[in-house]
């Protein structure tokens, strides 16, 4: 079975810092995929980056960086300049990438950015 | 763009009823799921569905059934609501790739039911 978890209920950071959002994992796949995703208070879900298990280099995408450490099972999300608008609930999640492909999901963390 | 469409964004059941939650996803993806989110617990998985007529458990699937009919519709039953299943509800669907790919998830806009 997967699991995920996100230890950080809520985090309140300043306008254009940086933040890392902390996710772990369990798994006993031996590949799988790792996702972040975005929900604002519109209630939307917002994909914001992918990492493979088998991916050598980080996965980044804009403002976007994930932290891979396989051997820690650790996938952090880092979000460089802060900007209001990334205040928002932030889900951590995974899937296998062989087989069914079911989508585990992290309790998440409500991110405020204060100006 | 990918559009997930789910067929209510609000919802009000009596106790005892037999609710239908409709899905529908325009993208020919093969992979279609449905969690359940509240406060503190994240997104936890009803049920999902990798072909059509074909379904596996989630996570917390008691109290619920599914249906896929056409590869393209999803539909979560709640075979006689209860105040315990009042929350929000997301259908999202996916590609099924068995590689390397990237199999992001696209999500509906979410129903929130209220059993009363």
């Known amino acids: 079975a997967q699991k995920i978890t996100q230890t950080q209920p809520g985090m309140f950071v300043q306008e254009k810092e940086a933040v890392t959002l902390d996710c772990t994992y369990d798994?006993?796949?031996?590949?799988?995929?790792l996702f972040w995703y975005k929900q604002p208070s519109s209630g939307e879900m917002i994909f914001l980056i992918y990492?493979?298990?088998?991916?050598?280099q980080n996965a980044t995408e804009g403002r976007y960086s994930l932290n891979f450490q396989k051997a820690r099972k650790s996938a952090n999300l880092v979000i460089s300049a802060s900007q209001l608008g990334d205040s928002a609930m932030y889900f951590c999640?995974?899937?296998?990438?062989?087989?069914?492909?079911?989508?585990?999901f992290g309790q998440g963390t409500r991110l405020t950015i204060n100006p | 763009d990918v559009k997930v469409t789910q067929s209510s964004r609000y919802l009000v059941k009596r106790t005892g009823e037999k609710v239908f939650l409709e899905c529908v996803q325009d993208?020919?993806?093969?992979?279609m799921f449905w969690y359940r989110q509240d406060p503190g617990l994240g997104l936890r998985l009803i049920y999902f569905?990798?072909?059509?007529?074909?379904?596996e458990k989630g996570d917390i699937p008691e109290g619920y059934s599914v249906s896929r009919e056409k590869k393209e519709r999803f539909s979560l039953i709640l075979e006689s609501a209860s105040t315990n299943q009042t929350s929000m509800y997301l259908c999202?669907?996916?590609?099924?790739?068995?590689?390397?790919?990237?199999?992001?998830?696209?999500f509906g806009q979410g129903t929130r039911l209220t059993v009363v």
């Open positions: 999202a669907s996916s590609l099924f790739f068995g590689g390397s790919e990237n199999t992001e998830a696209f």
């Open positions: 798994t006993s796949d031996p590949s799988y995929g």
């Open positions: 990492q493979g298990s088998y991916d050598q």
């Open positions: 999640a995974m899937s296998p990438i062989q087989g069914a492909q079911k989508l585990v």
């Open positions: 993208m020919d993806h093969e992979n």
């Open positions: 569905s990798y072909d059509v007529k074909m379904k």
